[in-house]
């Protein structure tokens, strides 16, 4: 999860006796045995993408030497990193195979093994087991400290060594996991880690979102192995782990709480929070402890002004710093209140805000779950912002830390859907009854969502199911998020299966627009509608038999069409107290063609200045002039 040093996730490789025999001997033979027999490693400048059906223009910036060079934890930033993106060996097996074989192959990490930009474009199946190796120094500066393994995200279970020494296991597609590796390093030659991933995909019962292994109409093309970050960190014995910071707008402060490695007595956390240069509180604590320090006259964050603070944070020995980590923050504040007349709605700031903005996939017809780059990640918030929207819908995805900083910096609020899995129900049937084994790993992985995604201001409303997908003891789970984070709201389930609780009632209305009955204590969204279609030729996936819930032939009637689904919608916050709307979707994904953008987001389909102009034309409820009610 983001910003933890910790490996919440790891399991003891005692539980994996099929890969016990994965020896330290056979390792220092294997690695022995490359460098001086085996083939040359390809030349960097040699490496190319594999020719896929689409690609972005930021392609053409990816490098085994540019492959995510940016610091991948904006929330928890240490000075000191070393990022082994780039190219790794390859070897695929079968499942059940406690050693790969020959390294014949290479991928550039950290796009996944089924993408272009990987240079592989393979589809890996249920019974194949992807290895990855690479070799890496350790800097000379870091001798005596501890080191970290960190991968950013791996799909779906991955076991880890390091200089054939087993490190650990990790289960999950989406959260972040690392390892204290310090004990099995070479301080003076040069270390081999390896890698070894297996993912059913929708062969298992595993969160998975929109994955599949034979893509069709709303199921896309799947990830698996390393598609995030792998990096290394030097860390003193005793360090911080992760800060969780909760602003608390109505009383004007932020409360910090470190969490830390175990450390003795003499040790101190101070804090000092940034505007800008300009250092305005400070406090400290005994580890352990929090702290509450005052945001007077706060800058509320919002999407027309997204003002982050900043926040340093030590970790004190005596009068010695031992630790030191930069963060940020945003005064920004989700409820529930009424307006002048009498409807419940979203509000941000304690004031009634109508939130509009697409469905956002996160998908890349070049990277799969990857984005090609950095840029490309902000391009498509800046997108969404110019065409007059404030809000994104991630759906059944869950992105790396660098896209909920830049909608933290640019504006941008969303609705974290968890990524779905296990079977799916109709509207008119009931929960499903989930497997232990499928029950523990989704409550673990929302968890760790929920944990490892609460310091971002952008994100306003946790959505733990789609439309019946893996819908499961529906209550428990939405007052398990609430106990987690009682700080932004729940939307029970978006679209089809609602339970009555939570925050929303979510309506979802191809093409609508719609809106459910008014409550009295919960707001009504409308969750998805749109999903107008336009091919755009040599902007596609595939030529021909695209799909889209309406499908027009160009621009003009195209851009007709949504100006008259806005014109229908903004009505119905007044007449029946609508709160949000989703549009589906940002852009194309695969066959769907339903995007504002197309799937290389070269284009936008729609006039974008009168779909800016209609999207800004929205009103705001007006606020009920007593107090808001509480959340």
Known sequence: ?????????????????????FSVSFYRYALLLSLCLGPAPLPAAAWQPASGPLKTRWAKDVSPERAHPEYPRPQLVRKEWLNLNGLWDLSITSK????????????????????????VMKPVGENERLWYRRAFEIPASWLGRRVLLHFGAVDFEASIW???????????????????????????????????????????????????????GIWYTSTSGIWQTVWLEPVNSAHITALKITPDVDNSAV????????????????????????????????????????VKNAKLWSPENPHLYDVVVRLNLGSRTIDRVESYFGMRKISLGKDEKGFTRLCLNNKPYFQFGPLDQ??????????????????????????GLNLARKHVKIEPDRWYYWCDKLGLLVWQD????????????????????????????????????????????????????????????VDFIKKLDPTRLVDNTSGWTDRRVGDVNDLHKYPGPD???????????????????????????????????RSFTNSEALTAAYLDLVAKLFPLVESKG????????????????????????????????????????????????AKNSPQ
């Not at 406690?98 to 014949?104: I, L, S």
């Open 1 to 21: 999860m983001s910003g933890s040093t910790a490996a919440p996730r790891a399991e003891p490789s005692s539980l994996y006796p099929s890969l016990r025999d």
């Open 96 to 119: 059940d195979a406690t050693k790969p074989g020959p390294f014949d192959n290479q991928i550039l990490v950290p796009f996944p093994v089924e993408s272009a930009l990987s240079g």
């Open 162 to 216: 390091v200089n054939g020494k087993s490190i650990g296991q990790h289960r999950g597609g989406y959260d972040a996991f690392n390892f204290d590796i310090t004990d099995s390093l070479n301080p003076s030659t040069p270390n081999e880690v390896v890698v070894a991933v297996s993912d059913p995909t929708d062969a298992g019962t595993q969160p998975r979102g929109k994955q599949v292994r034979k893509p069709h």
């Open 255 to 294: 409360t910090i709480r470190p969490l830390l490695t175990p450390t003795m007595a003499g040790f101190s956390v101070e804090a000092a929070i940034y505007d800008g240069a300009k250092q305005v509180y400070e406090a400290s604590v005994s580890p352990g402890g929090q702290m509450t320090l005052p």
């Open 362 to 387: 996160g998908f890349w017809p070049d990277g799969l779950y990857t984005a090609p780059t950095d840029e490309a990640l902000r391009y498509d918030i800046e997108m969404t912002k110019k065409l």
């Open 418 to 477: 968890m990524p779905s899995g296990d079977q799916y129900i109709k509207g008119d049937q009931p929960d499903i009854t989930r497997s232990p084994e499928s029950a523990s790993e989704f409550e673990t992985e929302l968890r760790a969502l929920v944990e490892g995604r609460s310091n971002h201001p952008c994100i306003v409303m946790w959505v733990p199911y789609n439309e019946g997908w893996g819908q499961w003891d529906t209550p428990r789970v």
């Open 515 to 549: 809106a459910p009955a008014p409550e009295e204590k919960r707001a009504i969204v409308l969750g998805e509608f749109g999903g107008l279609g336009l091919p755009v030729r040599g902007h596609t996936w595939q030529s021909e038999k695209n799909w889209g819930y």
């Open 578 to 625: 609508l709160s949000a709307a989703v549009y589906t979707q940002t852009t194309d994904v695969e066959i769907e063609v339903n995007g504002l953008m197309t799937y290389d987001r070269e284009l936008v389909k729609m006039d974008l200045r009168k779909v800016a102009a209609a999207n800004l034309g929205r009103n705001q409820p007006t606020p009920k002039q």
